[in-house]
């Protein structure tokens, strides 16, 4: 059976993996060596040193570019460190236009590591793609989309900007981290790179950092596999393992956290103690036809402001929650609670963080996978 024929929920535990040829384990085995042995200099089998290529690495690359409907996966050792090599595909002069709302960690490395180096980067409101043909210009170079976005949840439609990237010969990278390719497939929507903090929804388990890109031109991922082992962020076999062993629950982890992210952002909405609630599923969200259209469901992240919340309000609920832990990531089974302005988003300068909402009393979660009852005894506690 072709694999390109197999539906998600199979292709998570079976995309892109053999029984190992050695001895038929059915789990990649953990390749935990730096070299390999020659029989002549460089006659080896495959692998020569574990920077440019190891086998478990391999297998998790496979499995990366099987789920995301791409032809070819990279392992990195983080998700920043997979930006990292997308931005290294450009030159002093070239002009990026990203999501004006996303991870403080990726504003960061734009503005404090390339900008630097004369790389200009514009952020700009992208809920509507006839906004972005206006501050396209010569040295438009790359397009940078979050969506969701991170924290405020905004849709993007991929479609139409792949559309105008493609008018203009941009290439276009879809941050995939909060929708996964159980919800969303961005090459399948004309993207030419899919960016993962892999740490994330893919591991599942908040126990390793990696990141991931998915591409389907050949000639881009021979640039980023130079990249990777030239520059060397690379993930280790055991981080690969891990990870290989998350995606194969994916869809399973996916389905639960959509149930209690529906139940969690329908019970914010109702509380008399809750302004606002930022989730893409409801019908009044500025682009909810949208994420209906290129997601197949709305996954588990939501956000909130307190009713005439400050700060101080922000900060007492998330340290009286329980169950909820205080933390920074997000896509573990266990539920994650965050204040942006103060942890995820604190390298964003205030005003800008401001701009598009994100304010001292937002309220970042991250819905796990325990029993959705519980969670919302939690939250009731604590918001009271």
Known sequence: MSEKNLKFNTKTIHGGQKPDAAFGAVMPPIYQTSTYAQTAPGDHKGYAYSRSAN?????????????????????????????????????????????????????RLFK?????????????????????????TKK????????????????????????????????????????????????DLGADIVMHSATKYLGGHSDVVVGALVVND?????KLYFIQKASGAVCGPMDSFLT???????????????????????YLAKHPKIEKVYWPGFQEHPNHEIAKSQMNDFGGMISFVPKGGSYEDAIKIVEKLQIFTLAESLGGVESLAGHPASMTHSSIPKAEREKIGVVDALIRLSVGIEDADDLIEDLKQAIR
């Open 140 to 187: 438009t170079k790359l397009i940078w989309v979050e969506t969701p976005t991170n924290p405020m949840m905004q849709i993007i439609d991929i479609k139409a900007i792949s559309q105008l990237a493609k008018k203009y010969a941009i290439l276009l990278a879809v941050d995939n981290t909060f929708a996964t390719p159980y919800l969303q497939l961005p090459l």
């Open 218 to 222: 050949k000639e881009l991922a021979d």
């Open 55 to 107: 086998p478990t690495r391999t297998a998790l690359e496979n499995a990366l570019a099987s789920i995301e409907n791409g032809k070819y996966g990279l392992a990195f050792a983080s998700g920043m460190a997979a930006i990292d090599a997308v931005v290294k595909l450009l030159k002093p002069g070239d002009e990026v236009l990203s999501t004006d709302d996303l991870y403080g960690g990726s504003y």
């Open 244 to 266: 290989l062993r998350g995606i194969k629950t994916l869809h399973v982890r996916m389905q639960r956290h959509c149930e209690n992210g529906k139940t969690i952002a329908e």
């Open 112 to 136: 404090q590591i390339f900008e630097p180096f004369g790389i200009v980067f514009r952020f700009i409101g992208m809920q509507s793609a006839n906004n972005i043909e206006v501050h396209i």
